[in-house]
T-cell receptor, first 116, second 112 residues
Framework: GAVVSQHPSRVICKSGTSVKIECRSLDFQATTMFWYRQFPKQSLMLMATSNEGSKATYEQGVEKDKFLINHASLTLSTLTVTSAHPEDSSFYIC????????????FGPGTRLLVL | GQQLNQSPQSMFIQEGEDVSMNCTSSSIFNTWLWYKQEPGEGPVLLIALYKAGELTSNGRLTAQFGITRKDSFLNISASIPSDVGIYFCAGLGPFGNEKLTFGTGTRLTIIP
């Protein structure tokens, strides 16, 4: 149980285009979903926290107008990278939480974004 | 943001050897978590620790919550090829609803 999926698994896009990444909790309802970014050989850095039906909370230094997060239901959150540039190329990982405690996060398999 | 320092950064060991790695912080955490990440995948939780001094095992893995609450250790006994990956520690504050702070990672490579 507690499976989280992401789609697509990898995407290549041209600079200036927008890319949408989906995160779904397949067998549970997630009260909270998280979006992380991971650069090569580095750790996971939290970008934002989203609760269903409310605006996402962004971490310091993360541009909310560039990384649009929509959490429309208890099983789906989307991250849209708007006007992507090469420096946005990274591994984006979502996680979903069963309850209020953050250790109950289940991570998705990640989406590798390459912006040319 | 704050990061936890993991040591060593990378390890090259032979199959069958034991592995030890640690994670240190300048801040106190009330929960320590250990994750494993394989290439192109998200992290998978291995062990969760909730109490200072706690020692918890999961198969060949054993983790300890440091008494000072500023460190944690992970040991893997009798390593096998599928242990290859990056191991991350993560800390969580007192209320459990704060964000996870991840360590810098230890990359484990097993030499046949």
């Amino acid at each position: 149980g507690a499976v989280v999926s992401q789609h697509p698994s990898r995407v290549i896009c041209k600079s200036g285009t927008s890319v949408k990444i989906e995160c779904r909790s397949l067998d549970f309802q997630a009260t909270t979903m998280f979006w992380y970014r991971q650069f090569p050989k580095q750790s996971l850095m939290l970008m934002a926290t989203s609760n269903e039906g409310s605006k996402a909370t962004y971490e310091q230094g993360v541009e909310k107008d560039k990384f649009l997060i929509n959490h429309a239901s208890l099983t789906l959150s989307t991250l849209t990278v708007t006007s992507a540039h090469p420096e946005d190329s990274s591994f984006y990982i979502c996680s979903a939480s069963l309850g209020s405690r953050r250790e109950t996060q289940y991570f998705g398999p990640g989406t590798r974004l390459l912006v040319l | 943001g704050q990061q936890l320092n993991q040591s060593p950064q990378s390890m090259f060991i032979q199959e069958g050897e034991d592995v030890s790695m640690n994670c240190t912080s300048s801040s106190i955490f009330n929960t320590w978590l250990w994750y494993k990440q394989e290439p192109g995948e998200g992290p998978v939780l291995l062990i969760a620790l909730y109490k200072a001094g706690e020692l918890t095992s999961n198969g060949r893995l054993t983790a300890q919550f440091g008494i000072t609450r500023k460190d944690s250790f992970l040991n893997i006994s009798a390593s096998i090829p599928s242990d290859v990956g990056i191991y991350f520690c993560a800390g969580l504050g007192p209320f459990g609803n704060e964000k996870l702070t991840f360590g810098t990672g230890t990359r484990l490579t097993i030499i046949p």
